[in-house]
């Protein structure tokens, strides 16, 4: 008896392409999901190793790294490279000169300083327009705090604005009378242009790991705003907007969902919402203003 072999009529093909694709919607949004889960605990992780760095860094000289130095311009975050598992990369750069001068070491990329939520470009290029130095730099994502405001009324080392990094700062945590878990010391800040950001630095919006600019550097939020942010009503956390002054130039945000996260003095690491209560934002980026902070 001949036996016939049934195939898959054209609708039923077309129903199972469906369901397929069905699926595939389904799950590639738990797929994406899982993946910015990852990355952001990446980040947390980075920040808490940042903070790590800078106990040891405490420890070992009784005050924290300042925020930069007026005679060099280099940052924080190159002065505990050695705490960072990066003594050899230190060991190569001079101290007794501004690290503008240096052509090679500046364009060091480091995973550390870098959130893989963030698929901006690497390194960091100014231009003659923005004044800063047309020497590549490693690109970085984590800026310190330094207070409410980023320019106060002087570049006096002793205020900082009310938060814990500016030129030549030496705090100790004695100094923060607020309670380490009450202030932030760094925030995370996203590549200006998000995923399509070019390699030339947006002042204000670009942060690197090396130092602050020299020439207009030391004294103008272009050149601060590099290594340094702000946290104030007028620079909300994750301002995504077209910055219509230099007060929004300075703000934290991230490519992270909501918010961003924070590297607090006592070296936990906490996400905080962009609707963040703008007050408590404020108080948060002082060390000793001597207000009780809430529940964030």
């Known amino acids: 008896m001949k036996q016939t072999r049934r195939a898959f009529t054209l609708i ?5 392409i469906a369901i397929i694709a069905v699926l595939i919607a389904l799950l590639l949004p738990a797929v994406q999901q899982a993946r910015e889960a990852a990355r952001r605990s990446t980040c947390k992780n980075s920040l808490k190793q940042i903070g790590l760095a800078l106990h040891n860094y405490h420890e070992t000289f ?20 050695p705490q960072m598992d990066q003594a050899s990369l230190y060991g190569k750069m001079n101290f007794n000169q501004s690290w503008t001068i240096d052509t090679t ?36 994502n984590y800026p310190g705090v330094s207070g409410s405001l980023l320019l106060g009324s002087s570049m006096d080392p002793t205020s900082v604005n009310g938060g814990t990094f500016a030129v030549n700062s030496k705090h100790n945590f004695r100094d923060f009378s607020d309670g380490l ?4 010391l760094v925030g995370e800040r996203r590549s200006s242009g998000g995923p399509t950001a070019g390699v030339n630095a947006n002042p204000g919006l670009d942060t690197i790991w090396i ?5 207009i550097g030391a004294g103008s ?23 219509a002054s230099l007060t929004q130039n300075t703000c934290f945000g991230s490519q992270h969902t909501g918010g961003a ?10 996400f905080l919402s962009e609707n963040v209560d703008a007050m408590t934002y404020m108080r948060l980026s002082t060390i000793n203003d001597g207000v009780v902070i809430g529940d964030f």
Do not use: M
């Open 211 to 215: 130092g602050v600019i020299g020439v």
């Open 62 to 81: 009784s005050t924290l790294p300042p925020g930069w130095v007026d005679s060099n311009q280099f940052a924080w975050s190159a002065h505990i490279l």
């Open 181 to 184: 878990t009450n202030a932030i």
């Open 221 to 243: 939020q272009t050149g601060q705003a590099l290594v340094i942010g702000d946290c104030n009503s007028g620079n909300v956390l994750n301002y995504k907007g077209i910055a």
């Open 105 to 140: 070491n500046p364009q060091t990329i480091l995973a550390i300083y870098r959130c893989p939520s963030d698929v901006g470009l690497s390194a960091v290029r100014g231009t003659t327009l923005n004044g800063i130095p047309t020497t590549n730099a490693g690109r970085s």
């Open 261 to 270: 996260q924070f590297l607090l003095g006592d070296g936990s690491v906490r």
């Open 12 to 16: 039923e093909l077309l129903v199972v």
